[in-house]
């Protein structure tokens, strides 16, 4: 399917409101609420348009597979510093709608922060671009960058100017026997230190802590922090990435975003801990996690569930009057008869 084939199969369907269901490599099917209407395949739509290593940006087609880019990026020693999750099929439009980051996000930051520009195909049949190939060209009200876990309630992406980073000179990564709230200490602690943590993964009573830069900071880290050496890392990180580690294993699973010191939320089946204490993992059908997460000042996910489960209890956290009305409003501006992946963010869209 080409960028013609796109803008006439929106404009039909907006013509006879009929709701399309914009699928890539279908790596996140699981992800969010209502998979409903039309598949509308866009994964055929792919290749790397450019590539410039010097200075630090790539561009890709929405259905080019994360996989592809990657290997382009890693013959010149580069990468994407958010380590999005491949899933297998992942595309790089369905990395940005979704909006998933890696382990390394805690040291690098999220997939919004590496969106420079993107293409954009909006629910009236229009195509539009948004931003640029660095980031001064980003300048007002950034569309690129709201786009990105928007799951393709606003639009097909067609287009993606990321920022890529140079690969670390050294990396290593340290073991440390500690229960949960030990290891939330720990990571707060050392979070203040100038300390070259890129990674952390608690579970089971073992803290997993990478460490990356230059050679000398990186040794220098190893000495303060001590911790025992590991094997097989690389193949525990991309377990974690992949979340092929047995820690995200079970048919329901909740994702909790918190301050990186909150306190243990009394909730049963922790998984795991992520990104210095602020992102953990809860198994089970836990009626209580939303008000213990806003208790704690963050909130929850149910990142994965039957249907009947993502359609009674919702995925995401509940908006406030203000933003649902904001969020509404955006909706109305880019699809206007609401045909682009009804309800997959929000029942109200």
Known sequence: MDLQDMVEAIRA???????????????????????????????????????????LYITAKGGTPLAEVEAALAERGQMLAFEPPRLGTATVGGCVAAGLSGPRRMQAGGVRDFVLGVGLIDGWGEMLRFGGQVMKNVAGYDVSRFL????????????????????????????????????????????GQPVPISASF??????????????????????????????DAEKHWESVRE??????????????????SAADPGLDD?????????LRWYAGDLAAIRGA???????????????????????FTDL????????????????PQGILNPGRLYAEF
Request: charged share 20%; net charge positive.
């Open 13 to 55: 369907a907006q013509a006879t409101r009929t709701p399309l269901r914009i699928r890539g490599g279908g790596s996140k099917d699981f992800y969010g609420a209502s998979l409903a209407g039309e598949v509308l395949d866009v994964g055929g739509y792919r290749g790397i348009v450019a590539y410039e290593p010097t200075e």
């Open 148 to 191: 990105a876990g928007s799951l393709g309630t606003l639009g097909v992406l067609t287009e993606v100017t990321l920022k890529v980073l140079p690969r670390p000179v050294a990396e290593t990564t340290r073991l440390f026997e500690c229960s949960a709230e030990e290891s939330v200490h720990w990571l707060n602690r050392w979070g």
């Open 202 to 231: 608690w579970h089971g009573g073992q803290l997993w802590v990478r460490l990356s830069g230059a050679a000398s900071a990186v040794e220098a880290a190893v000495q303060r922090l001590g911790g025992s050496p590991t094997v």
């Open 243 to 260: 979340q092929t580690h047995p820690a995200f294993a079970g048919p329901i699973l909740w994702r909790l975003a918190l301050p990186s």
């Open 270 to 278: 922790l998984r795991a801990i992520e990104w210095g204490g602020a």
């Open 293 to 315: 997460a806003a208790r704690l000042g963050g909130h929850a996910v149910l990142y994965r569930a039957p249907e009947s489960l993502r359609l009674r209890e919702g995925c």
């Open 320 to 335: 406030n009057p203000a933003l649902l009305a904001l969020h509404r409003r955006l909706k109305k501006a880019f699809d």
